[in-house]
């Protein structure tokens, strides 16, 4: 079974969520502390922590910072009521893999539960190369020329399709309903934000390097090997 840490000091979201996450065959622990969170997070057993930004004693965003730095392979999805660009981008800056706005609905919210946990239980020995980046999928590393590159989970999932379609140009539906688990979200900055932050730590924004990934405007992207 797999194990879901949801920490959430509302009540009124924090139980019918779990109701849900436990009909969906998923075991869950539920903590109304970062505090709490922090220590179940590093020492329970869980594949996902789903994290509430507004905790009590200690805000979701110190709490991801810590776990990804000690667990850096947990996949942490943010819950926030704070849903303006510049939330978004710190909560990615933080380690998040995702990120969802209240009020939610629990269908989309559940999809991306799937979708984080698919990308991560998917343990095989397939090494994609192009160009000077060389993903390892069974070990989750990224190296450029060499030198390991950090990535949120969900940023590796999106570089990991993106190069296993290389050459392809794949509509923003495609990434969403494969990466994300659902196309519900294209009307959203999601998909884009990720692809700026992506650009920006494979090197995409140096005029000294190639440009990987490519923006087909109208309908997607593209990576260019």
């Given at each position: 079974?797999t194990?879901?840490?949801l920490a959430?000091?509302d009540?009124?979201?924090?139980?019918p969520l779990?109701?849900?996450l436990?009909?969906?065959g998923?075991?869950?622990?539920v903590?109304?502390t970062?505090?709490?969170a922090?220590?179940?997070?590093?020492d329970?057993?869980?594949?996902?922590?789903?994290?509430?930004?507004?905790?009590?004693e200690?805000?979701?965003l110190?709490?991801?910072?810590?776990?990804?730095a000690?667990?850096?392979?947990l996949?942490?999805l943010?819950?926030?009521?704070?849903?303006?660009?510049v939330?978004?981008?710190?909560?990615?800056?933080?380690?998040?893999?995702?990120?969802?706005?209240k009020p939610?609905?629990?269908a989309?919210?559940?999809a991306?539960?799937r979708a984080?946990?698919?990308?991560?239980q998917t343990a095989d020995?397939?090494?994609l190369?192009?160009?000077d980046?060389?993903?390892?999928a069974?070990?989750?590393?990224?190296?450029?020329?060499g030198?390991?590159l950090?990535l949120?989970?969900r940023?590796?999932d999106?570089?990991r399709?993106?190069?296993e379609?290389?050459g392809e140009?794949?509509?923003?539906?495609e990434i969403?309903?494969?990466?994300?688990?659902?196309?519900d979200?294209r009307?959203?900055?999601?998909?884009?934000?990720?692809?700026?932050?992506l650009?920006?730590?494979?090197g995409?924004?140096?005029?000294?390097?190639?440009?990987h990934?490519?923006?087909?405007?109208?309908v997607?992207?593209?990576?260019?090997?």
């Amino acid at each position: 079974m797999t194990d879901v840490l949801l920490a959430e000091d509302d009540t009124a979201i924090a139980e019918p969520l779990a109701r849900a996450l436990s009909r969906e065959g998923y075991g869950c622990e539920v903590v109304g502390t970062g505090t709490e969170a922090l220590e179940r997070a590093v020492d329970g057993g869980f594949e996902l922590v789903i994290l509430d930004l507004g905790l009590p004693e200690m805000d979701g965003l110190e709490v991801c910072r810590r776990v990804r730095a000690r667990r850096p392979e947990l996949a942490v999805l943010m819950l926030t009521a704070r849903t303006d660009e510049v939330d978004f981008v710190v909560g990615l800056d933080a380690g998040a893999d995702d990120y969802v706005g209240k009020p939610f609905r629990l269908a989309e919210l559940l999809a991306r539960v799937r979708a984080l946990l698919r990308r991560r239980q998917t343990a095989d020995d397939v090494v994609l190369e192009g160009g000077d980046i060389r993903l390892d999928a069974r070990g989750r590393r990224v190296l450029i020329d060499g030198q390991d590159l950090v990535l949120a989970n969900r940023e590796f999932d999106l570089l990991r399709f993106l190069m296993e379609r290389a050459g392809e140009v794949v509509s923003r539906d495609e990434i969403l309903t494969e990466v994300w688990g659902s196309a519900d979200l294209r009307s959203s900055k999601t998909l884009d934000m990720h692809v700026s932050w992506l650009r920006r730590k494979i090197g995409d924004d140096r005029h000294d390097r190639p440009r990987h990934i490519v923006t087909v405007r109208g309908v997607g992207f593209r990576f260019d090997p």
